[in-house]
């Protein structure tokens, strides 16, 4: 089989084979395709899409190009579950959501990623913890969330390597947005990893990758129909990101904001209702809980009880994190050296973000990449982001800007004044969680 008949296939528009996209898989997870054929193949997709048989197809390729971890749950004494999330700007709930839900009775084998495109990455965010291993060898992962409750790893090499390949190749080719690679992406990733049940996450807004509600309707359909062909139950919140998620944008910053939260020093809002309700409809989807009230309130009890920072530090100690790192963060997590509030030119009420710009501002501070083999600046971003509707000036500034050198703290500062919209009356409320689907 030739690779290029291929390409031109889906660039024309037909449906591949199984035989076909198991050609394709097998090159990604073997080396032999080499990058500039598979962004071709990559973009004929985003281009030309693909439907439900060949989703599924490449799904279960991707899934079997390594190797399928398997749990019992008498063994565990609890579900083997996870989130994912579609991306976005501050989006930090993963490292709330993993102890809340181990501390609640579930086990969870998180498989995370890196930055893509505008998105932070989960686990750019989480080795900001000097020592932390996020790419332990499968018995140290299969060990600490049978021990701790809960592991946020990267992939392996051995769990889905053809997905592996092509996540790196899309954050660098445009093609990130593509519906039936996403589906794939996610649930390749969590079938291998042995998960029972899937809560997603499906960003809408200025900082989605779906920036429409119809489009993330779409996807949400796609991965709760492609899961339930192959097993896995999923379920979907379509959560607000027309603004930064919590108070912080940026690796390290992000991870200061997750220690607040889980010690309880500081729970902004809205990143608190997303964490609690993916929490909830866990819990509910797995017998757990009876509804999703008794549910909300297990998970708050486990955040205020202390239970889940237990669990958190338990997890970075296990996976080679400093064992004091909860009471002692601001001494490991990276500072960068220089600071500045985001000023607006006048006065007002914070009225729109472009939430996409302010990640692309933090990927010009040096905290994201624009090539696959880019060193991150973990310690730059911004900090005391204010949510729409806030009155900013001189006294509340629109953000502080944290930067490792003068001209890209100028540049931030701009970049950030121009991603937001001030005007003189205060705009209505938004809502965190817009829907929540589920199979039918």
């Known amino acids: ?52 048989e060949e989703a599924g197809a490449l799904t279960a390729a991707m899934t079997a190009s390594g190797v399928v971890l398997k749990w019992n749950r008498a063994v565990l004494g609890g579900p083997a579950v996870d989130k994912h999330s579609t991306g976005g700007v501050g989006d930090k709930a993963s490292f709330m ?33 000097p020592g932390y291993n996020a790419a332990p060898d499968l018995e140290t992962f299969r060990k600490v969330v049978h021990e701790v409750g809960c592991a946020i790893i990267g992939q392996t090499a051995e769990m889905a390597p053809a997905d592996r390949r092509l996540y790196a190749i899309r954050d660098i080719t445009g093609t990130v947005e593509s519906i039936p690679l996403i589906t794939a ?15 997603l996450d499906v960003k809408t807004g200025s900082g989605a990758f ?26 979907a919140l379509i959560t607000d990101m027309a603004q930064v998620l919590g108070e912080t944008a940026g690796n390290a910053l992000e ?26 409809e866990m819990l509910v989807m797995t017998g757990l809980a009876e509804d999703r009230d008794a549910a909300r309130g297990q998970a708050d009890k486990a955040v205020t009880s202390g239970r889940a920072a237990e669990v958190f530090g338990r997890m970075v100690a ?22 500045a509030p985001v000023v607006p030119a006048e006065p007002g009420y914070l009225t729109a973000v472009n939430a ?4 692309n501002a933090v990927i ?16 730059v971003g911004f900090s005391n982001v204010a949510p729409v509707g806030t009155f900013v000036g001189p006294e509340r500034p629109l953000a502080i800007a944290h930067a490792s050198s003068e001209d890209d703290l100028q540049r931030a500062l701009e970049n950030y004044c121009a991603a937001c919209r001030v005007g003189s009356a205060s705009p209505p409320a938004a809502p965190a969680i817009l829907e929540t689907l589920t199979a039918p």
């Open 318 to 339: 296990a996976l080679g994190g400093p064992a004091d790192f909860l009471e002692r963060s601001e001494d490991y997590l990276p500072v960068a050296p220089l600071m």
């Open 356 to 359: 996409r710009a302010i990640g």
């Open 210 to 235: 779906m920036e429409s509600l119809a489009d993330a309707r779409d996807l949400a359909r796609s991965i709760i129909a492609t899961g339930a062909a192959v097993g896995l139950k999923v379920h």
């Open 1 to 52: 089989m030739l690779f290029t008949d291929v390409i031109r296939k889906k660039r024309d528009g037909g449906k591949l084979s199984g035989e076909e996209i198991g050609f394709f898989v097998a090159g990604l997870a073997d080396g032999s395709l080499p990058a500039e054929q598979v962004s071709a193949l990559a973009m004929a997709i985003f281009l030309n899409s693909m439907d439900a």
């Open 97 to 129: 959501l993993a102890p809340i839900l181990a501390a609640c009775g579930c086990f969870v084998p998180m498989v995370s990623g890196r930055g893509l495109g505008h998105s932070g990455g989960t686990l750019d965010k989480i080795e900001s913890i």
């Open 185 to 199: 992406s996610i649930l390749s990733k969590k079938i291998a990893a042995g998960n029972e049940a899937l809560v």
């Open 255 to 280: 991870m200061a904001e997750s220690v607040d939260y889980l010690l309880g020093r500081r729970r902004e809002p809205r990143l608190d209702d997303v964490t609690l309700a993916l929490a909830a």
């Open 364 to 379: 010009a501070l040096g905290g994201g990449r624009r090539r696959q083999d880019d060193v991150l600046d973990l310690a």
